[in-house]
């Protein structure tokens, strides 16, 4: 709120004027670049979403017409015989659903915990390194669980959770009626639970910790518990987050090949059904790891590819259910008026 | 649509409900009729290291308006977290003193920190309603919390608190909406509404017009007013003009200590501590 005019310096209005006149096609250059770097990368995931599924596509067309689509997924045979060649998936896709469906059961809510502590109970001298330590831990690579499940943690699951589970529920359920040998569907799902906790818990942890205080005060102002704040401020609120966590863990357990191959005792065939929690079984990624490098006829080398068709359509089907269960739960967008 | 009735004098006809613990004994000063309901006894607080609150002791009456007021940082927030036990939820933080309702000192070892909360409800500087519930969900969230089951009785008290935040007019059609959907100034008065709906005996607001516009606030200045009849209300406000409309004492807040407290009128019109006259006539520095 001086008095008196300002002063301008005609020459320096110039010059200021001249250089943002003349910067102006620079800058437009600059925007354009950018824009088709951009544009660039979109368009690479693209490309390579449509070359993984075309070579997919081709590679199996070949069993699809043998056997048909349908034979082909309801299919038990696994027969390498040369003109007897007869190829069915389905063993593997139970093995691949059954070894992932225990990983999801046990890992999840183990992963939810760990999640809840570190965010929501642990002091932070505690939840700093134990951050630190899961951090490593999801950076472990699957082979080495897969070694140390081999060599050591399968006895210890045989003889402490299999073997008793046999002997006291195994004459009364069907499904606890096998003999445990230690390599099976029940010990890859743990493994693979053990593989995805570490990743389930680190995005969770970040979900939780994403939730705003303001929502954590609002329930303790209504008198709620830290338990019942959690129930009713930080799981509503992180609910997708944490459905998506819970999918990627489910995604990498699907997925894992080398894991699962060392520890689920691959079974070939219609025996690879896992009637009983511990039966020897193979999921699709397993089987073909296994025998990709030995095909020995064309059709046998289509019919992994096949697998590995099924394994893409089985991994879409859970982002696409995903998707639409957040959706259906997020029925709210933060800001979003109606 | 603004109520006239500040009369200092009025005696209080609105009993809270009485809880049941016959522990409480009535702090009632000779000088006036009104029952001191909130008395704030030396009280101090910390974050980690940091002393926000030194010392603060004040009293205040039933059905009243007390606002807090000072510069930003004063310690206006951490006290008035400090009457409901909000402050020692922050990691690290730590509060002293006695804060005596109806007789009882809510820091005492036999009182839980829930059941304060219930008692004294807040609302908070920015609105926080909880984005995956409905409007009526938000208002019944802290009943539902509570135990209560019983649908008709929720639905009445949905509607009775969302009268009482004057927002019922504007949403009752569409209760089944999610809070978010809300305009800020709804958003605040659904918060408030939430508040209400725990019947509380006292009523913390921080800063609750911050965020709004001058329509929004003003629709929440008349609501204290009207609000005042049946509970005790502190209000936080860097806003002068506003705690010279809505309150009837003011407690005026520097560096963590408490300046001045006094009625209103006279921090306004005739204030005791230099300070006060300085910050007041906004001269500051
Ligand atoms: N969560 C916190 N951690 C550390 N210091 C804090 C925190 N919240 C507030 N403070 C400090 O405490 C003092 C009082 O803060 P506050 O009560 O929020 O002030 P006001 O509400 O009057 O603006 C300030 O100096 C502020 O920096
Ligand atoms: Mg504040």
Known sequence: MTSGSVHINTDIKKKVSSFLVGSNKNRRFGDKLFHGLVFGTAAYTLFIIVIVVFSVGAGSIKIFSQEGFIGFVTGTAWNAVEGRESYGALPYIIGTLMSSGIALLIGVPMSMGVAYFLVEMAPSRVSGPLSFIIELLAAVPSIIYGLWALFVFRFLIKDWIETPLYNTLGSYIPFFNQAPFGLDVFTAGIVLAIMIIPIVSSISRDVMKAVPDSQREAAYSLGATRWETSRMAVFPYGKSGLLGASILGFGRAVGETMLVTLIIGNAIGPSAIPTTLFSQSQTLSSLIANEFNEASSDLQLSALIGLGAVLLIITMIINIGARIMVSRMVKVSPGGRE | ?285
Not at chain 2, 161 to 180: F, T
Not at chain 2, 230 to 236: A, E, N
Not at chain 2, 242 to 264: C, D, H, K, W
Not at chain 2, 279 to 285: D, L, P
Request: contains cysteine; charged residues 25%.
């Open chain 2, 1 to 285: 649509m603004r109520l006239s009735s500040s009369s200092n004098e009025e005696v209080t006809r609105y009993s809270p409900q009485t809880s049941d613990n016959d522990k409480r004994v009535v702090v009632a000063p000779a000088t006036t009729q009104t029952k001191i309901k909130l008395s704030i006894q030396n009280v101090n607080a910390w974050f980690g290291k940091k002393h926000a609150v030194k010392g603060v002791s004040l009293e205040v009456k039933e059905n009243s308006v007390t606002a807090f007021i000072g510069p930003s940082g004063c310690g206006k927030t951490t006290l008035l977290r400090c009457i409901n036990r909000m402050h020692e939820m922050t990691p690290n933080a730590k509060a002293e003193g006695r804060v005596i309702l109806d007789g009882v000192d809510v820091y005492d070892k036999s009182s839980d920190p829930a059941m304060v909360k219930r008692r004294i409800g807040m609302v908070f500087q920015k609105p926080n309603p909880f984005p995956t519930m409905s409007i009526h969900d938000n208002v019944a969230a802290g009943l539902k919390l509570n135990g209560i089951r019983d649908k008709k009785l929720i639905n009445e008290v949905v509607e009775q608190s969302l009268k009482g935040a004057a927002l019922w007019d504007e949403v009752r059609n569409d209760l089944h909406m999610p809070g978010m959907g809300l305009s800020g100034g709804q958003q605040q008065r659904l918060c408030l509404a939430r508040a209400l709906a725990m019947q509380p005996e006292i009523l913390l607001m921080d800063e609750p017009t911050s965020a709004l516009d001058p329509i929004a606030s003003s629709k929440i200045e008349d609501l204290v007013q009207q609000l005042k009849e049946h509970l005790t209300i502190i209000i936080v406000t860097h806003n002068m003009q506003q705690a010279a409309r809505v309150s009837e004492q003011t407690a005026f807040m520097y560096l963590g200590e408490l300046i001045e407290y006094n009625p209103t009128r006279d921090i306004f019109k005739n204030p005791q501590k230099e300070l006060t006259e300085k910050y007041i006539s906004g001269r500051f520095g």
